[in-house]
């Protein structure tokens, strides 16, 4: 009483630096034994704060209103494109599902470092993918961030996350969850830590022995088998090359990249419409 003012607020402050961190406050509680002797010349002053109390938060609840009102009317009006169609119609499968899960922006941004070009681990014509590790799973992952103005991209996108998070098997990239927020388009897959097939046969990594090179076709064989003829549908991938041939930690085969992916009916054959 005799340091602080009558009226005090009181706030919470947290910092890492340089480094992104999220922090909640889960539970906070407040007490006082302070008492407060009230003369009858601060019975107006009173009166007016009881006014203002009321006043003001029920001036604010009717301005909310109005505001929710028009956004709801607008959104309710708003010229749905097919993509937004997509999207919704993406977003209540899978969180109704328990397959891949929906990170925030913040998430994966905390994940790679702001998306810094020291995690980049390559460059595609619709995005690139960093590397980027997850607190909350404490797993490593690569992050595929599609470029916000292809609208190729993000049709690809959508197919990707559609086909690859309803499929399960040893040589297929696990879809790890997936990120749109305004127009942030994001897939998160498991991590390989020997890259692509492409880096091996033509870049600067090892050379592959004759063995690793006969288990890799085996697996990427496997894994068509399974797209083509053991699932319920048949996918056909389209787009198999040495760059979406990844490998694990084991020089074990995992085949990615489900953009250009087509599902059909197993009834229909090998018949697609259209080049890829």
Known sequence: MTVLPEWVMVGFSAATGQYVERHTLQHWE????????????????????IVVSIVVPVGVLIAGTIIAFII???????????????????NDDLERGAGPR??????????????????KLGEGGFGAVYRGYLNDLDVEVAVKRISSGSKQGRKEYVTEVKVISQLRHRNLVQLVGWCHDKNDFILVYEFMPNGSLDSHLFGRRSALTWSVRYRISLGLASALLYLHEEWEQCVVHRDIKSSNVMLDSSFNVKLGDFGLAKLMDHELGPKTTGLA
Do not use: C, I
């Open 30 to 49: 407040f007490g006082s034994s302070l008492t407060v002797a009230e003369d009858t010349s601060g019975n107006k002053a009173r009166n007016v704060r």
């Open 72 to 90: 709801w009317w607008r959104k309710k009006h708003a010229k749905r494109t097919p993509e937004t169609t997509n999207l919704t119609s993406m």
């Open 102 to 119: 929906r990170f925030s922006y913040t998430d994966l941004a905390s994940a790679t470092n702001n998306f810094s070009e020291q995690r």
